[in-house]
């Protein structure tokens, strides 16, 4: 089945630096690569999405990269900011994009 | 509007016993998801109901674990003789369309098996 491999599984960084989380999947027939956050003691929210027929997507400083060769997609976080603190999980659809396969998730912590 | 809702918030039970979580999702959404979060872990899949469709309930780790979801709204997940390796927050989400759509997610229920 589909395989989602998320790293790393902890990151801090200081304010106002960048952060990189990168995922890889495993399903060839994979399309769709949403990104989640959930702060602590919250539900998991959708912060940025992109789909097969584009390699980049951005939406201010949040920026998503897909490399479908190679089978890896990358969360780029600028200008971090303390209330970017949170953990992040990747996703990649499965069987016919019928549903979601997670990554372990990455806690992200900012540093003032 | 409303967002997806789930109750109970918290439910510490026995091994042994059977426990009844609810998922309301949000009004109109055709795809209904549960998730299971363990400690520190991920999302693992659970069951997903799309419309009038039969469920895939691939995830589903053992049949003590079941899920209903009645008149395309409102869905149970059952778990019965539970044991404490169930111990987990199990997260329900709805999305419009399923898929390759947004998902939205409910606050869990916390779930304890002492």
């Known amino acids: 089945g589909e395989n989602v491999e998320q790293h790393p599984s902890t990151l801090s960084v200081q304010e106002g630096d960048s952060a990189v989380i990168k995922c890889t999947y495993s399903d060839s027939a994979s399309n769709y690569f949403p990104w989640y956050k959930q702060e602590l003691g919250k539900r998991p929210q959708l912060i940025i999405d992109?789909?097969?027929?584009?390699g980049e997507k951005k939406d201010q400083r949040i920026a998503v990269t897909l490399n479908k060769t190679a089978k890896h997609f990358s969360l780029h976080i600028t200008e971090t900011q303390p209330e970017d603190s949170a953990v992040y999980f990747c996703a990649a659809s499965y069987q016919g994009a019928q549903k979601l396969v997670f990554g372990q998730g990455t806690r992200l912590t900012i540093n003032p | 509007g409303a967002g997806v809702s789930q109750s109970p918030s918290n439910k510490v039970t026995e091994k042994g016993k059977d426990v009844e979580l609810r998922c309301d999702p949000i009004s109109g959404h055709t795809a209904l998801y549960w998730y299971r979060q363990s400690l520190g872990q991920g999302l693992e899949f659970l069951i997903y109901?799309?419309?009038?469709?039969?469920?895939?309930k691939s995830g589903l780790p053992s049949d003590r674990f079941s899920a209903e979801r009645t008149g395309g709204s409102v869905s149970t997940l059952t778990i019965q003789r539970t044991q404490q390796e169930d111990s987990a927050v199990y997260l329900c989400?709805?999305?419009?369309?399923?898929?390759?759509?947004?998902?939205?997610f409910g606050p869990g229920t916390r779930l304890t098996v002492l």
């Open positions: 992109i789909r097969s027929n584009v």
């Open positions: 109901f799309q419309g009038n469709s039969a469920p895939d």
């Open positions: 989400a709805s999305s419009f369309l399923g898929g390759l759509d947004e998902q939205f």
